[in-house]
Nanobody, 122 residues
Framework: QVQLVESGGGLVQAGGSLRLSCAAS????????RGWFRQAPGKEREFVAA????????YYTDSVKGRFTISRDNAKNTVYLQMNNLKPEDTAVYYC???????????????WGQGTQVTVSS
């Protein structure tokens, strides 16, 4: 059974940092793109960042550029999201995803984790 399991969420003050991890099991995703999405209460799930299978290309939504960094370790079948200078508007449930190609549209991703809550207090 394929599973993506996120960890690392929590409560942090504005300006603080968190590092999210997403470990995959059940199959290898070393040739798959990996991504992060988030969903705030009452809002649609939105794209945050993605990384190519090799790690050579990364993509970010404008609101997190310069603050968030996506990376991956294919040997560990894991993708990370380093989040610095967090803002209250970053508060959301963060989901990791995997698919053969990346996309900003959530519906294009085949595999999803269960999500981890990130709360940024002002």
């Amino acid at each position: 059974q394929v599973q993506l399991v996120e960890s690392g969420g929590g409560l942090v003050q504005a300006g603080g940092s968190l590092r999210l991890s997403c470990a995959a099991s059940g199959r290898t995703f070393s040739t798959y793109a990996r991504g992060w999405f988030r969903q705030a209460p009452g809002k649609e799930r939105e794209f945050v960042a993605a990384i190519s299978w090799s790690g050579g290309r990364t993509y970010y939504t404008d609101s997190v550029k310069g603050r968030f960094t996506i990376s991956r370790d294919n040997a560990k079948n894991t993708v990370y999201l380093q989040m610095n200078n967090l803002k209250p508007e970053d508060t959301a449930v963060y989901y990791c995803a995997a698919d053969q190609t990346w996309a900003v549209v959530p519906g294009k991703w085949a595999y999803w984790g269960q999500g981890t809550q990130v709360t940024v207090s002002s």
